[in-house]
């Protein structure tokens, strides 16, 4: 197995043209609807760097990269590289709104996404591990049923009955209720 350097700060590889800014000069985004796994992010940051800016408003306020910026305050870093938006008022609120969503509404190509995993040494810092890749092997060379799908990958909320599905195939998700079944 490779040996990773574990990156503690950040020195960019070209002419850095970057602003860095310190970390108590920075908020995070007030009621942000996403919730990140910052562990996994910390990771990332730990192994690569800081590879792309977090977006911030003229008052410091993030619009993207709410996350980033807790990891970095998790590592106990000082700066965080930003780049400020000019957006304003709504056009803010829709920008960080998309910033979140564009992200979900990707699919992947898994067999291209095994291959290059597959490639790599180590899955450190990718949010990616074996158990992952071992389902995605699985799924690529014995594709599920949906029933079978449901039964093992389901996640039903208590409240409303519905299944949240996320298709092996093409990762779309999305909400299901059976029908047939009857309610509690």
Not at 6 to 30: H, K, S
């Amino acid at each position: 197995m490779t040996e990773i350097e574990i990156v503690t700060t950040y020195e960019a590889p070209f002419e850095d043209t970057r602003d860095l800014r310190p970390v108590n000069d920075i908020y995070p985004l007030p009621d942000n609807p996403r919730h990140g796994d910052v562990g996994a992010i910390s990771e990332s940051l730990r192994r690569f760097g800081q590879q792309k800016p977090i977006v911030v408003n003229s008052e410091g306020v993030i619009l993207a990269g709410n996350h980033t910026y807790h990891a970095a305050v998790a590592l106990e870093w000082t700066e965080i590289w930003v780049v400020e938006s000019e957006l304003e008022g709504n056009e803010q609120t829709g920008f960080s709104l998309a910033d979140n969503r564009l992200s979900d509404l990707a699919t992947y190509d898994h067999e291209i996404l095994l291959s290059q995993l597959s490639m790599l040494d180590t899955l450190d810092g990718t949010g990616y591990d074996a158990e992952y890749l071992d389902d995605l092997k699985h799924t690529i060379d014995e594709p599920l049923t949906f029933e079978e799908y449901l039964e093992s990958d389901a996640r039903v909320d208590s409240e409303s009955g519905q299944h949240q599905i996320v298709c092996p195939n093409c990762s779309h998700s999305f909400a299901w209720r059976d029908r047939a079944k009857p309610s509690d």
